[in-house]
């Protein structure tokens, strides 16, 4: 049963002019590790339990895909408790299946890769964005293997057809500078060949801490992967996922960017519980960012909470590492004394939209004198925000990190709002718990 939230019902919602920010908000799982979680749970052999798994879009096209290629699971009633039978190998059918990945990199990247080890044919599909989404540095970094992979439509992007087979051994090179998922995807398929893998990364590698994401789930069912400076990883031979049992997915750490930012700029304290410094996710450190523009911030092992007693200073940073996070900077922004730029963030192009180019247009809607570089955004605030309708373009964080922006106006107004299902279906009822009129 899904929820039924406020964006649910409406097409566009409007936000009350917000004073204050203030109370404690508990984050659903995170998406990184829910779809990880579900995928080595699905390749292990015996069975897991995940605790406190997200329930979103993203979640549901992995768990609808996992089932169709024949994983049995059991979920709760809201679908956060889940029992999985792991294959013990690589997912197989017999048959011809088409999977549809709607717009999860998460689910996409690192199914593209699994399947193309085993047996059958596989079609994997989405939506339209999807097909503008790249994934040819991740299928031809694989090449080598003698994969049989084909584009169904523009040479390098979804949709695909694969045809799974028996595959060799070889030294492998990947391309990182466009997305961390393509080496996290050949990361975790790696032990279903059995044999040694040595991959090297080529260009810079984006969006780094993900990649200890990865690392961190596949220790947690039993793999070793030697990382060598995140420029040469070894996949040793002869290992095989194993179930840990039991395994609770923490907070969502991009999710907590929204309540931990309201806190710094609606006075707080907002404290968010499910991540903190306990945390594997990188997505964390967004709290030292708010630090460096002058918020308190209190961290505990699994909770975060951030209060301020002044506006906010702009700052000037590298955010490259955590990518998702850092649209919530551009919109903190407009409460901060003076130019914000957000530099290395090339790959926002290619993501649910072209973020830099989105986020540009949205906050000069509210006044905001903005420029859009190439990798960089440079965000200077108006003195008063202007009342504006924000299109949010199918992209859930641009519709989360937007709501912020009611601490400066009245009558703002969110189109869509339903598109944070993505990654988190309730959001504005959740948001709506922590801000004051
Ligand atoms: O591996 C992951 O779970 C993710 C990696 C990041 O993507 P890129 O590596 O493409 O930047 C991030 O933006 C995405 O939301 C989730
Ligand atoms: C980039 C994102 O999603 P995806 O996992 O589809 O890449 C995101 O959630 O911001």
């Not at 329930?55 to 679908?79: E, P």
Request: charged content about 20%.
């Amino acid at each position: 049963m899904t929820q039924t939230t406020i964006q649910d019902t409406m097409d566009t919602l409007e936000l009350p002019k917000l004073k204050r920010a203030q109370g404690e908000v508990t984050i659903p799982g995170s998406k990184s590790l829910s779809n990880r979680i579900l995928l080595l749970a699905a390749l292990c052999r015996g069975t897991t339990t995940i605790t406190n798994l997200l329930d979103s879009d993203d979640v549901r096209h992995m768990l609808t895909a996992l089932k169709q290629l024949g994983v049995s699971y059991t979920l709760s009633d809201d679908r956060t408790y889940c029992t999985l039978e792991g294959k013990g190998g690589p997912l197989a059918t017999g048959q011809d299946i088409s999977l549809f990945l709607g717009n999860a990199g998460t689910a996409m990247r690192p199914l593209a890769a699994a399947l193309c080890i085993g047996q059958g044919t596989f079609h994997l599909t989405g939506e339209e964005r999807m097909f503008e989404r790249p994934i040819g540095d991740l299928i031809e970094a694989m090449r080598p293997l003698g994969i049989d992979v084909n584009y169904d439509g523009e040479p390098g992007y979804p949709p695909l057809t694969i045809r799974a087979q028996s595959l060799k051994a070889a030294k492998l090179q990947i391309d990182g500078s466009i997305s961390s998922q393509f080496l996290t995807a050949l990361l975790m398929a790696a032990p279903l060949l059995k044999s040694r893998i040595d991959i090297e990364v080529i260009g810079e590698l984006v969006s780094k801490p993900y990649i200890d994401i990865t690392l961190d789930v596949m220790a947690r069912f039993g793999v070793t992967v030697e990382n060598h400076n995140y420029q040469t990883f070894t996949v040793p031979a002869d290992q095989q996922y194993q179930s840990p049992g039991r395994i609770q997915v923490e907070g969502d750490a991009s999710s907590a960017s929204y309540f931990l930012a309201a806190g710094a700029i609606g006075q707080g304290p907002v404290r968010v519980h499910g991540t903190g410094t306990a945390s594997v996710q990188g997505d964390v450190r967004f709290a030292e960012v708010l630090e460096q523009m002058g918020a308190n911030v209190n961290w505990s092992e699994h909770w975060i909470e951030v209060s301020a007693s002044q506006r906010l200073q702009a700052v000037d940073l590298d955010l490259n590492h955590i990518p998702d996070a850092a649209m919530t900077i551009a919109v903190a922004a407009l409460f901060a004394d003076g130019t914000t730029r957000i530099r290395n963030i090339y790959n926002w192009r290619v993501k649910e939209t072209d973020r830099i180019h989105a986020m540009a247009a949205e906050l000069r809607k509210l006044g905001a004198e903005v420029e859009e570089g190439d990798d960089y955004l440079q965000i200077t605030p108006p003195e008063t925000l202007t009342p504006a309708a924000i299109d949010t373009y199918n992209d859930h964080r641009i519709a989360m990190c937007f709501s912020l922006a009611a601490f400066g106006t009245d009558g703002l107004v969110i189109n869509d709002p339903g598109c944070t299902a993505k990654t988190f279906p309730d959001y504005f009822d959740r948001f709506a718990s922590i801000t004051d009129q």
